[in-house]
């Protein structure tokens, strides 16, 4: 059975750091391109960040860039969205999923054109 599982999430103040978790089963995630959506509280799920088969970065929001960074350990079959300097934008419920394509899109499309799978998401909360 295929499954992806966030983890990691909580309630952080602003400027802490939580880092994600997406471990896969039932798939090797070297295989694929792995993307971290989010998902505001009346708003669309929009693209955060992908890691190309070839561990390239591809970021979709700018407000994130100089403070997310992407990674995989592939020997753990996870792949990892560190966060620091959070913001009170930044909470959401955030979700991992997977591609076949060999690169990232250049656009996330908040995630509808992917056709791997889909965790089941983590709630992100940054407050004081």
């Known amino acids: 059975q295929v499954q992806l599982v966030e983890s990691g999430g909580g309630l952080v103040q602003p400027g802490g750091s939580l880092r994600l978790s997406c471990t896969a089963s039932g798939l090797t995630l070297s295989d694929y391109i792995i993307g971290w959506f989010r998902q505001a509280p009346g708003k669309e799920r929009e693209g955060v960040l992908c890691?190309?088969?070839?561990?390239?970065?591809?970021y979709y929001t700018d407000s994130v860039m100089g403070r997310f960074t992407i990674s995989r350990d592939n020997a753990k079959n996870t792949a990892y969205l560190q966060m620091n300097k959070l913001e009170p934008e930044d909470t959401a419920v955030y979700y991992c999923?997977?591609?076949?394509?060999?690169?990232?899109?250049?656009?996330?499309?908040?995630?509808?054109?992917?056709?791997?799978?889909w965790g089941q998401g983590t709630q992100v909360t940054v407050a004081s």
């Open positions: 999923a997977t591609d076949y394509r060999f690169q990232c899109p250049i656009s996330a499309a908040g995630g509808d054109t992917w056709k791997g799978s």
């Open positions: 890691i190309s088969r070839r561990d390239i970065s591809t």
